[in-house]
């Protein structure tokens, strides 16, 4: 039976590996409290779609399966990235969507929650396949990191100043496949977790669908999906509560609000780290660029219900 819808904002959220954690059991815990506060934003009547990184998860199921399959007496066979993508996704929102449902429960919300494992179209032609910058699995020191390609083969790279990873192609999203589907379950009510790890990717041959080795990054399909939908709200959940300018420094400055000319005043003057808060500021940019009545929002996990309500956060919207 369909669920009423909520009477509040239609949001899209992207959820940052804070929220996620690296072991099962880490992400069993840490996806609960994670709940209470996407919960927190449905009770005040949101009509969210949940997306979420995949980078740690994806890494870990496809170095898993790699040993195993390498030792006959295992009998585990070789599993092609897509097929780890798509694993990762169903481990991820399976988490997601049974924490959702169960705060909701308690909170005696009659709204229900689902997982839609989901496809992203990219571009053959796309130059990311020839230089891949997305780094996934676990840290590594320089020195494992370099011996781990010089024995697989592997890419790897120093990710945002926190030390080495595997890092495999990131192309940029077209289409979400299964948009119609998770714009229906909206309609009816439903909180969809949609889109994790920015979608499978695929290539599109002959009108049908077919699975490519790479990660797309989570907060550009969440500014596609949000600006698709005219949601009136791109909701980026990170570790920090505001953007800042002159990060880290003695001198940082956090920012409750900026235009999208400030936001190029500030990504000219290097004010965001790449791999980390560039391509966050970017995806908010893409989507107020291309839905100029929707504000997006980067703030904590713990202040998302305030950061909706305008109490914190930053804000960044089209002037
Ligand atoms: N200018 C900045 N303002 C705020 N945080 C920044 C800035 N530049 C870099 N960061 C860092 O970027 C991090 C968010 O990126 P990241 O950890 O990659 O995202 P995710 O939450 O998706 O995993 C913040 O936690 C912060 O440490
Ligand atoms: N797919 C993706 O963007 O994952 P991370 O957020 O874990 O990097």
Redesign the pocket.
């Known amino acids: 039976m369909p669920y009423a819808k909520g009477s509040g904002p239609s949001i899209v959220i992207a959820l940052?590996?804070?929220a996620l954690g690296n072991t099962p059991q880490e992400q069993l815990d840490l996806v609960r409290q994670t709940a209470v506060n996407i919960v927190d934003m449905i009770a005040e009547g949101a009509n969210a779609i949940i997306t979420h990184?995949n980078g740690p998860q994806v890494g870990m199921i496809n170095s898993a399966f790699d040993a195993a399959s390498k030792d006959a007496a295992n009998k585990v066979p070789f599993m092609p990235f897509p097929e780890c993508g798509a694993m990762s996704q169903g481990y991820i929102g399976y988490h997601l969507a049974q924490a959702i449902q169960g705060e909701m429960r308690e909170r005696g919300l009659e709204r229900n929650a689902v997982n839609v494992v989901t496809q992203t179209v990219v571009d053959k032609a796309d130059p990311a396949f020839q230089n891949p910058t997305k780094p996934i699995g676990s840290f590594m020191t320089e020195d494992e990191a370099k011996a781990m390609a010089e024995a697989t083969g592997a890419d790897v790279r120093e990710d945002?100043g926190r030390g080495w990873r595997r890092v495999v192609a990131s192309p940029i999203p077209k289409r979400i496949v299964e948009f119609d589907s998770v714009q229906d379950l909206v309609e009816n009510g439903y909180v969809v977790v949609s889109t994790g790890g920015g979608g499978i990717p695929v290539f599109e041959e002959d009108g049908r669908y077919v699975g490519v080795p790479a990660v797309i990054d989570k907060?550009r399909s969440a500014s596609m999906l949000a600006a698709g939908f005219g949601a009136d709200m791109l909701v980026i959940l990170?570790?920090?509560e505001k953007?800042?300018?002159n990060?880290g420094k003695e001198d940082q400055q956090e920012l409750s609000h900026m235009s999208v000319a400030d936001a190029e005043r500030y990504i000219a003057e290097g004010?965001?780290?790449p791999?980390?808060?560039l391509p966050?500021v970017e995806a908010c940019l893409d989507y107020v660029r291309a839905y100029p009545q929707g504000k997006a929002l980067i703030t904590s996990l713990e202040c998302a219900a305030a950061g909706l309500r305008g109490e914190t956060g930053t804000i960044i919207s089209l002037d």
């Open positions: 940052g590996g804070n990184g945002a907060d990170t570790a920090v953007v800042c300018i990060y004010q965001f780290a791999g980390s808060m966050k």
